[in-house]
């Protein structure tokens, strides 16, 4: 019985590992942290998979996106309606 226990935590702590994994290549997808993950891994490991999920589905896209200094700049100005 110890045995299968044993080999039951060693499979929860390889799944932990793996969800954070795959989380981390999920927020590095969406642009975020080009300059490595660890504090990604903290947040996996020392608070849960879970906790790192909610925070890598609420980042922002960044693929795609041009600098915000222009983007601004290319909008057609805001005209009020007249009464």
């Not at 999920?26 to 020392?46: D, Y």
């Not at 999920?53 to 601004?72: E, N």
Request: with cysteine.
């Amino acid at each position: 019985m110890e045995v299968l226990l044993i080999i039951l935590g060693f499979l929860i702590l390889a799944a932990w590992l793996v969800s954070i994994a795959y989380l981390c290549n999920a927020a590095k997808a969406k642009g975020w942290h080009e300059n490595g993950a660890a504090g990604l891994w903290f947040v996996g490991i020392f608070c849960s998979p879970v906790i790192l999920g909610l925070y890598a589905a609420a980042l922002p896209d960044r693929k795609g996106q041009t600098d915000s200094k222009t983007a601004v700049d290319t909008q057609p100005p805001l005209t009020l309606p007249s009464i």
